[in-house]
C-alpha cells in the first residue's frame, strides 16, 4: 500500500505561481512511475505530468513551458512547480502513484486561479 498527502493548494491571481507538494509514504520503493493530475469542475480527469522512475517525462500540451515536475527519492516526496498560471488551470490537482498493478491516489488540493 503507498499513501500519498497533496499539499500547497491555493488562490491564486492569473500569471502567478505555485508549488503543489505530494508526500508519499508506505511501499513506496515499489512505485515505479508518480504523476500530477487534474480535475476541473464538470470535466473529466486529465494527465498534467508524468515522471517515472528513470526520470522519463510526459507533459500535457496545455502546461509544457508552464509546469516542472521534480521529486526528491531520499525525501519520498513529489513536486510541481507551476507558473504563469491561468485561469484555465484551475482544478483539483491530485498525486498518484502507480506501481504497475495497482494505482494510488491523493486526496486532492484545489488550485483556483483568478483572472
Known amino acids: 500500500q503507498v499513501q500519498l498527502v497533496e499539499s500547497g493548494g491555493g488562490l491564486v491571481q492569473a500569471g502567478g505561481s505555485l508549488r503543489l507538494s505530494c508526500a508519499a509514504s508506505?511501499?513506496?520503493?515499489?512505485?515505479?512511475?508518480m504523476g500530477w493530475y487534474r480535475q476541473a469542475p464538470g470535466k473529466q480527469r486529465e494527465l498534467v505530468i508524468v515522471?517515472?522512475?528513470?526520470?522519463?517525462?510526459n507533459y500535457a500540451d496545455s502546461v509544457k513551458g508552464r509546469f516542472t515536475i521534480s521529486r526528491d527519492n531520499a525525501k519520498n516526496m513529489l513536486y510541481l512547480q507551476m507558473v504563469s498560471l491561468k485561469p484555465e488551470d484551475t482544478a483539483v490537482y491530485y498525486c498518484?502513484?502507480?506501481?504497475?498493478?495497482?494505482?494510488?491516489w491523493g486526496q486532492g488540493t484545489q488550485v483556483t486561479v483568478s483572472s
Open positions: 515522471i517515472t522512475r528513470d526520470g522519463n517525462t
Open positions: 498518484k502513484g502507480s506501481d504497475g498493478l495497482f494505482e494510488y
Open positions: 508506505g511501499s513506496v520503493h515499489a512505485i515505479n512511475s
